[in-house]
């Protein structure tokens, strides 16, 4: 009997999964150059509404993120660390079944329903406790 935990990925799937990965992985790494660049532009939320939106600071919380400073990413947006504690796990998973060559039928327990909650829990939490700083 052949064991169905994984499915073959055909070259589109890998290519895709490893472009996925890289691109990710290349944009925050980026992040600290964007923000010292004078192409970084600001919140149209804060704009509109003069308030903080759910991820004001998750640029600034992704340069300190890959730079290894996570105290300062905490400080500048403690619910986008989970978001990006997330991403990097997602970018290396895929990166990984991309090289492989291999996808896990069952999920992940990081790409399930709760743990994406969990995280968009956490970013709205977040928001709310910045929210009432500034009220």
């Known amino acids: ?3 169905r935990s994984w499915v073959s990925l ?3 799937q890998r290519l895709q ?3 996925v990965g890289l ?3 290349c944009a925050m790494a980026a992040t600290p150059w964007w923000l010292s660049s004078q192409l970084s532009v600001g919140c149209a939320f804060r704009a509109v509404t003069g308030l903080p939106c759910p991820l004001c600071g998750g640029t600034h919380a992704c340069a300190a ?7 300062a990413a905490w400080a500048a947006n403690p619910g986008a660390v989970g978001v990006l504690v997330l991403m990097v796990v ?3 998973q895929w990166g990984a079944e991309g090289l492989a060559g291999w996808r896990r039928v069952c999920p992940w327990p990081w790409e399930g329903r709760v743990a994406l ?3 968009m829990a956490g970013l709205v939490v977040s928001w709310v406790v910045t929210l009432a700083a500034w009220i």
Do not use: K, Y
């Not at 993120?65 to 105290?71: I, T």
């Open 10 to 12: 055909g070259r589109p």
């Open 1 to 3: 009997m052949a064991n």
């Open 65 to 71: 993120f890959v730079q290894g400073d996570w105290a």
């Open 90 to 92: 997602v970018t290396a």
């Open 17 to 19: 999964r490893v472009g």
């Open 117 to 119: 909650g969990a995280v």
């Open 23 to 25: 691109l990710l992985s």
